[in-house]
């Protein structure tokens, strides 16, 4: 039996708001194969682990090169090593996961083989990388019930309606405004800071940033 090669690699989720009809909708970036195996296929940014990088520095190289994304925040999700999984040779994959706001969502490289996603309603993707998104929106829905991750998504100041409309993309179903609004202000993780949202067009909502930064990617 011939000797299977290991390659060790780092993909990444990025997870950004797009609208949808109106409403903030939960959004991923792909890159298309250009190679076989899945040629034409959609992936996950990343790319094999160089002998000089740490897996930090490998997960924000990778989505710098492919996609010119510096997320806010990033995290080590999961290693990934079924037997099969890459094909001819065998492939760990380390993924990282991560967040962007929409205003750096929107700067992303322009490149006809990379591409913005609802996560909902994602194309048949290369590999395992369908089951590899499933464990990080779980992963994002089950962190937003005890950090302030959902932060990561918003520009520093934000109404609380904005916060609720992450939230409910996140979920994925609509939340009571009030219980929300009473939720949040018993945490602690939001401060007003005195300014007003501008461009609505009834009574502008007050608004808020975080008590603390969140984990920046430098």
Known sequence: MAEQAVTVAV???????RDVDGSPALHLPLVRRVREPHLGRWALPGGPLRPEESLREAAREGLAATTGLRPRHLEQLYTFGAVDRGGADRVVSIVYWALVRTDEAERTLADPNVSWFPAERLPALAFDHDEIVGWAVKRLKAKLEYTRISHALLPEEFSLGQLREVHEAILGRRLDP????RRVEATGTVTRTGALQSGVRHRPPALYRSTARQELLT
């Not at 993909?11 to 708001?17: D, E, M, N, Q, R």
């Open 178 to 181: 009030a219980n929300f609004r």
């Open 11 to 17: 993909s990444t989720v990025i997870f950004g708001l």
